[in-house]
């Protein structure tokens, strides 16, 4: 078999996963219009997104634990019914004459529960459908659909609610996640259930495989790094656009740069195989201060558009190498918990930049926050690049079937890693780890770099990003 989609359960999730995205991406522009237009009030759209997004980060591990207890497709098939249910009631509610703004807060809060314990299936489904020497080219695969999918959203939004209403884009929304749901029926699964031990013993134990692997933990922290300076430019960003580069387009051509970006980074994941591909997708994110710099010093419009394109290419390429290389590294048995906290970790600095970057742009102005960040996601970033653990895993060819049972340290999943790749297997890309965060669907994030970019940029924007 030389392409995964000659693979009959890997083509039922992707044509699930596909879907499913494309039903998410036109979410977070028509919630946003739906919203302001029932309201008159940014501050309930803020709340909407709220009990979406805190039952999500908080209930990460616990949708870890349980997506290494169970199958990862049963889970997924459950909470895709949950959030077709969500989705369909908000749809519900703005078709009715009065929508009711508690109603959606609280089946918005329901799908970001469901969403917390779908988000950990995402790889364990990729890796137990797809052979080691081919989840390179599923995982890039998966990401330039799904980078193509959202890139079309917000302008299928636009059609929905300017012609049908806002409230059909929500019943689209639970019809593709129904669909999803149907295609998982029909799925054969390999899957091993973790050992069963207390809630608590679970939670250690994903947490001291991902602290084992120094290349892990560290590039958690410039993902991390990466997603808060992501927050302080979607804040920032369109402020400076529309004060000093010449209106509200630049703001517009920038995101719509950067889903582009996204795009050709994640196909050009699925075609160059470098040989240190956790180093090469760190500094691939590093490229974020471009276009923080290029705000910050006012740079001409077009060479900021072009700035902010180059930066989300770095996070286009990193996802699907993240998730191929996690993918491999981790026992089956723990990587729905690993890749919780991967999330979990990744998405913590989201709200400390949409907190902190208001306040420092009222003390002292955009340029110097935009500044300081730009050092800081640099340093991050490179960082990371230089630790050892990161610099000995070596390029994505050749993959082993099944990763070890045992957590091990990083010396030796390094030399494991570097063997395992020496009988050069075909393959491209494939990760997630960085998730830019997107609607409610993530596959589910996809979108931790990218993991809610999607959402608040669309919400700020138009307003959307995507991002991890």
Not at 36 to 64: F, I
Not at 197 to 216: I, N, Q, V
Not at 293 to 307: D, E, K, R, S
Not at 342 to 368: I, N, V
Request: charged residues 15%; neutral net charge.
């Amino acid at each position: 078999m030389t392409h995964p989609l000659g693979l009959r359960d890997f083509r039922l999730l992707y044509a699930g996963r596909t879907i499913s995205t494309l039903g998410d991406a036109v979410v977070p522009a028509a919630l946003a219009i739906a919203i302001t237009r029932a309201t008159g009030s940014s501050g309930a759209l803020a709340l909407v997104l709220g009990c979406a997004m805190v039952p999500r980060l908080l209930l990460l591990p616990l949708g870890g634990v349980v997506g290494d207890r169970f199958n990862p497709r049963v889970v997924a098939l459950v909470t895709d019914l949950v959030r077709a249910a969500a989705q369909l009631s908000v749809g519900v509610e703005l078709i009715g004459a009065e929508p009711r703004l508690l109603h959606i807060a609280v089946a918005e809060a329901i799908g970001g529960t469901a969403s917390a314990f779908a988000m950990p299936t995402a790889s364990p489904l990729v890796a137990a459908t797809v052979e080691g020497p081919l989840r390179m080219r599923a995982n890039a695969l998966l990401a330039s659909t799904g980078n193509a999918a959202r890139l079309g959203g917000p302008a299928l939004a636009g059609v929905l609610v300017y012609t049908a209403g806002a409230g059909w884009a929500f019943v689209l929304d639970a019809a593709s996640f129904a669909v999803s749901a149907a295609l998982l029926t029909r799925i054969t699964v390999r899957h091993t259930p973790a050992e069963r031990r207390p809630f608590f013993a679970d939670l250690a134990e994903g947490w001291t495989e991902l602290r084992s692997r120094d290349w892990y933990w560290t590039s958690l922290i410039a993902h991390g790094a990466w997603n808060g300076a992501s927050t302080v430019l979607l804040t920032l960003g369109p402020l400076v656009a529309a004060r000093d580069l010449g209106g509200d387009g630049v703001w517009v051509a920038m995101t719509q740069a950067g889903a582009f970006g996204v795009l050709a980074g994640s196909l050009i994941a699925g075609r160059v195989r470098p040989g240190r591909p956790v180093m090469v997708a760190n500094l691939g994110l590093a490229l974020y201060a471009l276009p923080l710099l290029a705000l910050a010093t006012t740079a001409p419009a077009p060479l900021t558009v072009a700035a902010y394109a180059v930066a989300m290419a770095g996070l286009g390429f990193l996802n699907p190498v993240w998730q191929t290389v996690v993918q491999q590294e981790f026992p089956a048995q723990v990587l729905a918990r690993v890749t919780s906290y991967d999330w979990l970790l990744s998405l913590a600095a989201a709200p400390l930049g949409y907190t902190l970057a208001p306040l420092a742009a009222d003390a002292w102005g955009s340029t110097r926050p935009l500044l300081v960040t730009a050092a800081l996601v640099a340093l991050a970033c490179v960082g990371a690049a230089a630790v050892p653990g990161v610099r000995r895993v070596q390029g994505v060819r050749g993959v082993r079937g099944t990763a070890p049972a045992a957590a091990h340290g990083p010396d030796e999943v390094d030399a494991a890693y570097a063997t395992d790749r020496t009988d050069g297997a075909d393959g491209a890309d494939g990760a997630d780890g960085v998730q830019v965060p997107t609607a409610t669907h993530q596959q589910d994030g996809s979108d931790s770099t990218g993991r809610q970019h999607a959402k608040a940029s669309e919400a700020l924007a138009k307003a959307d990003r995507t991002g991890t």
